[in-house]
DNA sequence: GTATTTGCAAAGACTTTGCATTTGA
DNA sequence: TCAAATGCAAAGTCTTTGCAAATAC
């Protein structure tokens, strides 16, 4: 389904790096969401990652989940996107940048990059003298799917 | 600032004519609402529009702006962004399609449209067999005056 | 008159925070 | 050892919902 890039033990030893960069400890939890975000592939929301949490050790709380989650997204471990109003999903941050096609029928998120639009963006932005710091692209579409359904 | 391509008196027919089509009954609210947006031209909150009306009319609730803008969204009038994690925006609808760059400084929104992004949108979508139902993009950088300010 | 809208308060959903306890360097 | 991370519960936001009173057609 999805490429992976990085063996989950080097992003182990990239986390640890970034941990010490910031005077921080390790812990098993934070490596628990990273590893679920990994194997998973896809797109999670905390909620899901306490469900999975749970089952492997009692006492996982959303708290952390969601503080490990904010520290991971800073240190550019993970990414997360607004599907919809129920809240951030989330998903290990791979090596390529892309956005996301979301089907509005059956919720499926099709990744994408486009090497135009990024430089589309680049030329839009400066062309108003703005410096990008990121972007958010999110095309809301009938995937092929529902749209054959649809058709019948 | 803003070119108003409509005025408020035509929004108003408009407005009318949808409340007729879905069998419900016209309310000052509704209409204070639509007129704050036009006016204000900008992007304000579900709370920016209950201070504002506070300043017109006793009793103004924040439950019935949801209310209200849930019907405007729905209808076409306003369209609505989230800036940030405070909550969603609104502007008024007008005649054309824009997206925006969000300074991360100061806040600031810049409207821009691409025609060439819209094609590139629609030929991914196509690419994936998917069928477009609408778009969101947003460019967080910062701006001209802020970059400047930095600079300093 | 009667169905829709409103205002108010209460409830919901998602997220954050405070604090005692546990854990890692 | 001792600061950082966790779990739990409580609190915070933004948003929605239930319901009686007001309003429009």
Chains 1, 2 share one sequence.
Do not use: W
């Not at 005077?23 to 590893?35: A, P, V």
């Not at 989940?65 to 904010?70: A, D, E, M, W």
């Amino acid at each position: 389904m999805k490429q992976k890039k990085e063996n989950l033990d080097a992003i182990y030893d990239r986390l640890r790096l970034s941990i010490r960069k910031n005077g921080l400890k390790n812990s098993k939890q934070r490596e628990f969401i990273l590893k679920v975000l990994y194997e998973n592939g896809g797109h999670l929301s905390p909620e899901d990652i306490l469900m999975l949490a749970k089952d492997s050790y009692r006492g996982a709380s959303i708290s952390s989940i969601y503080r490990i989650l904010g520290f991971l997204e800073k240190e550019g471990f993970v990414h997360s996107i607004e599907i919809d109003k129920s809240g951030k999903k989330y998903e290990i941050a791979g090596g390529t940048h892309h956005d996301h096609i979301i089907c509005v029928d059956c919720g499926k998120i099709i990744e994408f990059y486009s090497k135009e639009m990024e430089e589309l963006q680049e030329k839009i932005a400066k062309g108003h003298g703005a410096k990008i710091i990121s972007h958010d692209m999110r095309i809301f579409a009938v995937c092929k799917e529902c749209a054959k359904a649809q058709n019948l």
